[in-house]
């Protein structure tokens, strides 16, 4: 069990380009990076495209004025002249940013945190790794629900054996907020995400499927997708050729099938996401909207509620508790957790620790850059009239 104490020698001093007063994400990943006062420690931001917006908002975090900087460039130059200059930098601007943000930082000698999808191209994906390599940091993805502790707990039973040989994966990340299409006018948060210039080839397969399709292969211990075939639609029709609906099958190398349906006009439903890994002895779920529950189905026998925070569930999903199972924990938990792995990796990275960084389970770059595959292989197959697409 976490309750707090220090897992590394001293908090990461962290940076923010974005998450400003209108971003729908900033104050996520800051709740997930300060819960812990031992993991990262906020000293600058360039938080705001309009720069005096940017100051305000800054100030009333708390941050100190003269580290409060009008774009990523000036803050990476500046605080390198500084003895207690960022560590780390996080990326939470719209996605057409993300590269050429992440890209500048590694060569300022940062460690990244950044937004997913990752880039636009699997190209700019492998760029960037190689990029990291050669600079010994590391780039972390903020899959959000990722941290929640019941996923580790589905991967360990998977791999353990009790679901026998997994057959078929059932995902589905939906909600009905994108009915209402004022929304893409009125809400800067929204305007982006449905500007192909800003966003790439796809809206909500980026924008949510690609969280589900990082939980699902957590929760197999990273089952190798074949290919995919996509069907999309923009039901509001301006968002074309962008989708707000799309339908996925899924084929994997060891014969499994799978689905994924993702959507922002599900009319009347709250956001959710819904994963369920069927083996040939049994099958798990888990749902986000009720996160401190797994469902798991054995054939013939009674239907078992796993409940987190319990001594019966695994290690590893245990080590990631922090309130107790009497206590709900939800999202912001979740980003906790991740981001208190992102400290620990940073940390081992920082030291040359291979093996702590071995054994860490959290999405690293080369999740993120499965993700810029996923949307690819998903809008080419669309593209294409909805035939079956290699996931390379």
Same mark, same amino acid.
């Given at each position: 069990?976490?309750?707090?104490?220090?897992?590394?020698?001293?908090?990461?001093?962290?940076?923010?380009?974005?998450?400003?007063?209108?971003?729908?994400?900033?104050?996520?990943?800051?709740?997930?990076?300060?819960?812990?006062?031992?993991?990262?420690?906020?000293?600058?931001?360039?938080? /705001? $495209?309009? &720069?005096?917006? +940017?100051?305000?908002?800054?100030?009333?975090?708390? #941050?100190?004025? %003269?580290?409060?900087?009008?774009?990523?460039?000036?803050?990476?130059?500046?605080?390198?002249?500084?003895?207690?200059?960022?560590?780390?930098?996080?990326?939470?601007?719209?996605?057409?940013?993300?590269?050429?943000?992440?890209?500048?930082?590694?060569?300022?000698?940062?460690?990244?945190?950044?937004?997913?999808?990752?880039?636009?191209?699997?190209?700019?994906?492998?760029?960037?790794?190689?990029?990291?390599?050669?600079?010994?940091?590391?780039?972390?993805?903020?899959?959000?629900?990722?941290?929640?502790?019941?996923?580790?707990?589905?991967?360990?039973?998977?791999?353990?054996?009790?679901?026998?040989?997994?057959?078929?994966? /059932? $995902?589905? &990340?939906?909600? +009905?907020?994108?009915?209402?299409?004022?929304?893409? #006018?009125?809400? %800067?948060?929204?305007?982006?995400?449905?500007?192909?210039?800003?966003?790439?080839?796809?809206?909500?397969?980026?924008?949510?499927?690609?969280?589900?399709?990082?939980?699902?292969?957590?929760?197999?211990?990273?089952?190798?997708?074949?290919?995919?075939?996509?069907?999309?639609?923009?039901?509001?029709?301006?968002?074309?050729?962008?989708?707000?609906?799309?339908?996925?099958?899924?084929?994997?190398?060891?014969?499994?099938?799978?689905?994924?349906?993702?959507?922002?006009?599900?009319?009347?439903?709250?956001?959710?996401?819904?994963?369920?890994?069927?083996?040939?002895?049994?099958?798990?779920?888990?749902?986000?909207?009720?996160?401190?529950?797994?469902?798991?189905?054995?054939?013939?026998?009674?239907?078992?509620?796993?409940?987190?925070?319990?001594?019966?569930?695994?290690?590893?999903?245990?080590?990631?508790?922090?309130?107790?199972?009497?206590?709900?924990?939800?999202?912001?938990?979740?980003?906790?957790?991740?981001?208190?792995?992102?400290?620990?990796?940073?940390?081992?990275?920082?030291?040359?620790?291979?093996?702590?960084?071995?054994?860490?389970?959290?999405?690293?770059?080369?999740?993120?850059?499965?993700?810029?595959?996923?949307?690819?292989?998903?809008?080419?197959?669309?593209?294409?009239?909805?035939?079956?697409?290699?996931?390379?």
């Amino acid at each position: 069990m976490h309750i707090g104490e220090r897992k590394i020698e001293r908090p990461l001093r962290w940076g923010m380009v974005g998450g400003g007063r209108t971003s729908n994400v900033g104050y996520k990943h800051r709740l997930g990076a300060l819960r812990d006062n031992t993991a990262f420690q906020m000293v600058c931001g360039a938080f /705001d $495209l309009d &720069y005096e917006r +940017g100051v305000d908002f800054g100030k009333n975090l708390g #941050v100190d004025p %003269e580290r409060l900087y009008p774009d990523y460039k000036t803050m990476f130059a500046e605080e390198a002249k500084r003895e207690d200059g960022i560590e780390v930098v996080d990326i939470a601007t719209p996605n057409f940013q993300h590269y050429e943000v992440a890209k500048a930082a590694l060569e300022a000698g940062l460690h990244v945190i950044c937004e997913k999808p990752l880039f636009f191209e699997v190209e700019q994906g492998l760029e960037i790794q190689k990029l990291a390599e050669e600079k010994g940091k590391l780039v972390c993805v903020t899959y959000g629900f990722s941290g929640s502790q019941l996923l580790l707990q589905m991967r360990h039973m998977v791999k353990t054996g009790m679901l026998g040989t997994i057959n078929m994966v /059932d $995902l589905k &990340y939906t909600h +009905g907020y994108g009915c209402d299409p004022t929304g893409d #006018v009125k809400s %800067e948060g929204q305007k982006w995400r449905v500007d192909s210039s800003k966003v790439g080839k796809a809206f909500v397969l980026g924008d949510l499927s690609t969280h589900t399709f990082y939980e699902s292969q957590l929760a197999t211990n990273d089952m190798k997708l074949k290919q995919v075939l996509c069907d999309r639609q923009a039901f509001v029709g301006s968002r074309y050729p962008l989708e707000d609906n799309a339908y996925v099958l899924m084929r994997y190398e060891n014969g499994a099938v799978g689905r994924m349906w993702c959507s922002c006009v599900d009319a009347g439903t709250p956001e959710t996401q819904v994963i369920r890994i069927v083996g040939s002895k049994a099958s798990v779920e888990w749902h986000d909207a009720q996160p401190n529950h797994l469902l798991y189905q054995e054939q013939g026998k009674p239907a078992q509620l796993m409940i987190r925070g319990n001594d019966y569930l695994c290690d590893a999903c245990n080590a990631d508790e922090s309130l107790g199972a009497t206590h709900v924990e939800g999202l912001s938990e979740s980003w906790a957790n991740i981001y208190l792995k992102f400290a620990v990796a940073i940390d081992a990275k920082n030291r040359g620790d291979e093996e702590t960084l071995k054994n860490l389970v959290y999405p690293d770059l080369e999740h993120g850059i499965d993700g810029i595959r996923w949307i690819n292989a998903c809008a080419k197959s669309a593209d294409e009239g909805g035939v079956w697409v290699d996931f390379e």
